[in-house]
């Protein structure tokens, strides 16, 4: 097994404070100018949510700060989380003109800056409505799809009120991505900046258990958003996968939110000091978990993959960032079972090689590899909780919610929409909201539709 790392970093540097300390004013102005002001910005045609990239950026370059907050605001609820967590290296800065010189503008670096100056000197307070008159919506779950759904509908004087199960809003933002990628604290200022426009969070509601859809509707709401994400985590049903020791990755990041937040003990955090630890999968979770096992204390992280790094789906910059930081890679390595009397103590492993057809296939070689923890990281899908409780709603073969091209979102029960990564395979999280804001217009659609039947007379 050819184990590819960087030998060479100090384990103790690691902290979980945001790495990227992102620009000062100066930096952020000059960096703002050298944008080319394209009058066909590619930049803005590869942004999932259609941002208005070049006209932020001239703002910016002129100092009007006031100017390009509106204008960020204009597509975007969540700015300082898109500036630190989109992937800027395959959508806007990757289409930059700049870039086949390797000197894209760095576009999420200044819309995080903008987000934050205006959040720190306090240049705008977003308002809500006057009378938030147009017909009252409920938002199941807060993560980008219902924080951008709740947004958007609030600006359109929707009476929103979002419903999640977790003891603060933020889904995914908050308990799913680490703090040294994106801070609690920036995530509570962006939930609060939606509430200020009068949007109403019930926290500690878990529809499906404590509540149901019919019960939500009988309270005068007249259209759903269900943006509950991937809830389950898929398995690994290898031999040994009842052996203690061997966790999902969301499972992990969650509690270590949970502990570094005060909420639990930190001897709560399943990664211990001194373990040696295989992450299973190579995308930007697993990413992540490696990145936090590290931090933790864990004296090895090794990422275990399949295939090879070129087809890896974690970001290019995320696996340099790992591989900085001391994560071993892998690849083409692919578990057959774990071994271990009483906890797991080691993975068997298949080495993988590749045909001239491009095809893995198996070796036939074995290696094993040492462990005391593995921490699974291959994807989740959608949990059955609501759908379970409520008549009406179909799903397709693989449990994901299916919805209408008209109007945009709407499930096959009339007022129910959905959207994110509950509707499709899990993605990034400025997808979430591109997604979502169609579907926010799509209620809007229905209920102003609905209206206008009820005025006629219900013709």
């Not at 605001?73 to 898109?82: D, E, G, I, K």
């Not at 211990?272 to 697993?286: E, F, L, S």
């Not at 931090?295 to 974690?314: C, F, H, I, N, P």
């Not at 400025?430 to 009820?454: D, P, Q, T």
Request: aromatic share 6%; charged share 25%.
């Amino acid at each position: 097994m050819i184990i590819d790392k960087q030998s060479d970093f100090d384990q103790r540097e690691l902290t979980f404070e945001e790495i990227d300390e992102g620009y000062t004013f100066r930096q952020a102005i000059a960096e703002a100018k050298r944008c080319l002001t394209c009058p066909k910005p590619l930049c803005r045609k590869n942004c999932p949510i259609e941002q208005e990239i070049p006209q932020f950026i001239e703002a910016l370059a002129k100092g009007n700060m006031g100017e390009a907050t509106a204008i960020i605001a204009r597509r975007s609820n969540l700015p300082a989380v898109c500036g630190r967590v989109c992937p800027h290296e395959k959508q806007c800065e990757g289409s930059c003109i700049l870039a086949k010189q390797g000197q894209a503008i760095r576009i999420g670096k200044l819309e995080r800056f903008v987000a934050d100056f205006d959040a720190e000197v306090g240049l705008t307070q977003p308002s809500s409505c006057s009378a938030l008159s147009k017909g009252k919506v409920a938002v199941i779950g807060s993560g980008p799809a219902g924080l951008t759904v709740a947004g958007d509908l609030a600006k359109l004087c929707y009476d929103v009120t979002v419903f999640d199960a977790q003891e603060e809003p933020g889904g995914i933002l908050m308990y799913g991505i680490p703090d040294f990628r994106l801070s609690k604290e920036v995530v509570r200022r962006e939930i609060n900046r939606i509430q200020m426009l009068g949007v109403e969070f019930r926290n500690q509601v878990l529809v499906g258990t404590d509540c149901t859809i019919d019960e939500i509707l009988d309270e005068g709401f007249e259209a759903i958003f269900i943006g509950t994400g991937t809830a389950v985590p898929k398995s690994l049903d290898l031999p040994g996968c009842d052996l203690p020791g061997i966790m999902q990755a969301s499972y992990f990041l969650r509690v270590l939110a949970l502990a570094n937040s005060g909420n639990v003990s930190r001897r709560e955090i399943p990664v211990n000091p001194g373990d040696k630890v295989a992450i299973i999968g190579a995308g930007n979770v697993a990413m992540d978990a490696a990145r936090t096992a590290l931090r933790v204390g864990a004296s090895e992280v090794t990422v275990l993959y399949r295939r090879d790094k070129s087809t890896m789906t974690a970001l290019q910059s995320e696996y340099e960032h790992a591989k900085a930081e001391g994560v071993g890679f892998s690849w083409m390595s692919s578990p057959l079972r774990y071994i271990g009397d009483h906890k797991v103590e080691a993975l068997e492993i298949a080495l993988m090689e590749t045909k001239p057809d491009g095809s893995v296939v198996d070796s036939g070689r074995r290696e094993n590899l040492p462990v005391d923890k593995v921490i699974l990281a291959i994807g989740q899908r959608p949990a059955a909780r609501i759908i379970s409780t409520t008549s009406g709603i179909e799903v397709n073969e693989q449990g994901y919610v299916i919805t209408r091209d008209k109007p945009y979102g709407m499930t096959t029960r009339r007022g129910v929409f959905a959207g994110g990564d509950v509707v499709h395979e899990p993605a990034t999280v400025v997808l979430a909201m591109k997604e979502a804001k169609k579907v926010a217009a799509g209620m809007a659609m229905y209920i102003e539709a609905k209206k206008l039947i009820e005025e006629c007379g219900g013709l």
